[in-house]
C-alpha cells in the first residue's frame, strides 16, 4: 500500500517510467456508447465554468459523469453533491481518494483536470499513460521538465488531449486567425495585451485556509515532484500565488494570450524574453508578483530582419485598460475587444507621399462577434466560449480527430510562461535553444 500511495512522486521522479496497472486500458468506443468522464480535482474552476459547459451537451453526445478524484475529503463529498444535485452524475457515482483508484477503474474513459497549475502536465501525463481522453486545464506546465514529459506521453498515447485554451474555440478568433493567415492583414509588426483586476481576492481562499486540515488530505501526493516542504494550507489552496507551484500572472493570464500569438502568427515560442515586476502593492505574503511586464520578441532563428515585438502588462492593483489584445501591421490594426479590424495607425497617403509610396490603410470590417447565441441543449449557465471548447473536445473523443488547443499548443504557451517567468527571477534576458531544447538566461542553461 506503501508503493502505491508513494506513486505520483515517484513516477514524476522517474520520469514517467512505471505505468498504472490500467495502463492498457483504452475501450474502443462506438457511435452508440457513452463516454464516462471522471473528474481529476474539484476545483473552483470546475464547479464554475468546467462542469456546466460539460453538462450543456453531455445528452446529445452522450457523455456523462461518472467519478471524481480528489485527494481532499471535502472536495469528494462537495463534487458528489454538486453533480448529482445538478443532476449531472449517475446515481452509481464514485469518488476516488487519488488518481490511482481512479485509474483502477475500467468505468472511466476519459477525465477533465483541473488541479493546481503545476500538476496540470504530470497529472496529463498519468492520464494517458492510463488510456484515458483528456481535457486539461491551462497552463499546460510550468516547468520544462514536466512539460517535456506530457508532451512525450501524449504524443505516445496518441490520446485525445485538449488544452484549456478556449480562445482556440471562439469564432472571433478564428476569423483573426483566417484573416492574418490570409496574407490581407500583412505582416504582424507589433501586439500589444494587457490583463488588469484591481482584486485583493483575487487566487485568495481565506475561509477555506482555516478550515482545511492536514489530516483530510495527502500533503505528500499534492507536492508531487516539487521539493518536500512544511504542510501549507496557503501552497495547497492560494497555489497561484506561491511559485514553484504556479507562476502568478504568466501562468494563469498571459498563457491564454500568448498563445493565441503562437496560432496567429505559426511561431511555437518566442526568440526571446526580457520581464520585470513584483509584489507592489499586496503584501499579503505571497512570492509571486501582482504586477508584471514582459516583451517578447518573435521571428525565424536564422533571420533577425523578420519578427514582430509582443508587449505584455499586466497588473492587480487597478482594473484600467481590462483585458485588452491588439494586433498591428502597417495597414492597421485587429482589436480583439471590440472585434473590429480597422485602418487606424496605417500607413496614410500624406507619408506614404513623402517616400514615393502608396498609401496601406485595411478597409474596416467586424470579425465574428463574442458570445454570440450558442444552443447548448440546457440551460446551465455555461460561458459560451468554454462551452465551444469543450464541445470541441467532446466531438474529438468520438472523431479521434486532433482537437484545438492539442497538447502542443500547450507546450508552446508553457514554453513562452517559462521563459517569462525566468526573466523575471533571473533580471536576465531569456533565449531558447531550438537543438538542445533548453531555456538560457544570460546566455546559460537555466534549469526550470
Request: hydrophobic fraction near 35%.
Amino acid at each position: 500500500m506503501d508503493n502505491r500511495r508513494d506513486f505520483i512522486k515517484k513516477s514524476a521522479l522517474a520520469g514517467l517510467g512505471m505505468s498504472f496497472s490500467a495502463s492498457s486500458y483504452a475501450r474502443i468506443l462506438g457511435s452508440a456508447d457513452r463516454v464516462r468522464v471522471g473528474v481529476v480535482g474539484f476545483s473552483d474552476r470546475f464547479r464554475s465554468s468546467l462542469a456546466p459547459s460539460f453538462a450543456g451537451h453531455a445528452k446529445e453526445m452522450n457523455f456523462e459523469f461518472v467519478a471524481v478524484s480528489d485527494i481532499w475529503s471535502r472536495r469528494r463529498e462537495e463534487a458528489e453533491k454538486y453533480l448529482k444535485d445538478k443532476g449531472w452524475a449517475t446515481d452509481n457515482f464514485v469518488k476516488c481518494r487519488n488518481n490511482e483508484e481512479l485509474y483502477d477503474r475500467k468505468d472511466v474513459d476519459a477525465v477533465i483536470i483541473s488541479t493546481a497549475d503545476f500538476q496540470h502536465a504530470l497529472h496529463c501525463a498519468e492520464a494517458v499513460e492510463a488510456g484515458r481522453d483528456v481535457y486539461v486545464e491551462k497552463p499546460f506546465a510550468e516547468s520544462l521538465e514536466d512539460a517535456r514529459k506530457a508532451l512525450k506521453a501524449v504524443e505516445k498515447s496518441k490520446k485525445i488531449v485538449q488544452v484549456g485554451s478556449q480562445r482556440r474555440s471562439a469564432p472571433n478568433y478564428w476569423a483573426a486567425n483566417e484573416f492574418i493567415r490570409s496574407g490581407k492583414f500583412g505582416d504582424i509588426n507589433m501586439v500589444e495585451m494587457t490583463w488588469n483586476v484591481n482584486q485583493p481576492g483575487r487566487w485568495r481562499r481565506a475561509k477555506l485556509v482555516s478550515e482545511i486540515k492536514k489530516e483530510e488530505t495527502d500533503w505528500k501526493r499534492y507536492l508531487m515532484n516539487r521539493p518536500m516542504v512544511e504542510w501549507d494550507p496557503r501552497k495547497y489552496l492560494e497555489f497561484r500565488l506561491f511559485y514553484p507551484y504556479s507562476s502568478g500572472i504568466p501562468g494563469q493570464w498571459m498563457s491564454h494570450q500568448i498563445d493565441t500569438v503562437h496560432w496567429f502568427s505559426g511561431y511555437d515560442h518566442p526568440r526571446s524574453v526580457v520581464a520585470n515586476g513584483g509584489i507592489y502593492m499586496w503584501k499579503d505574503g505571497r512570492t509571486n508578483a501582482d504586477t508584471f511586464s514582459a516583451a517578447f520578441d518573435y521571428g525565424p532563428d536564422n533571420d533577425k530582419s523578420k519578427g514582430f515585438q509582443v508587449l505584455y502588462h499586466s497588473r492587480m492593483t487597478n482594473e484600467a485598460g481590462g483585458t485588452k489584445e491588439y494586433y498591428y501591421s502597417n495597414g492597421g490594426m485587429i482589436n480583439l475587444d471590440t472585434n473590429k479590424i480597422t485602418p487606424e495607425g496605417g500607413l496614410a497617403a500624406r507619408y506614404a507621399k513623402e517616400m514615393n509610396m502608396p498609401a496601406n490603410l485595411l478597409q474596416e470590417q467586424t470579425l465574428a462577434v463574442v458570445g454570440e447565441k450558442q444552443e447548448t441543449g440546457a440551460n446551465t449557465g455555461a460561458d459560451p466560449m468554454t462551452s465551444r471548447h469543450m464541445r470541441n473536445w467532446m466531438d474529438c473523443v468520438r472523431s479521434r480527430k486532433e482537437p484545438n488547443a492539442p497538447a502542443r499548443a500547450g507546450y508552446n504557451h508553457a514554453l513562452a510562461g517559462i521563459m517569462a517567468t525566468t526573466a523575471l527571477h533571473t533580471g536576465e534576458r531569456v533565449t531558447y535553444d531550438n537543438t538542445k531544447q533548453e531555456v538560457l538566461a544570460g546566455g546559460k542553461v537555466y534549469k526550470v
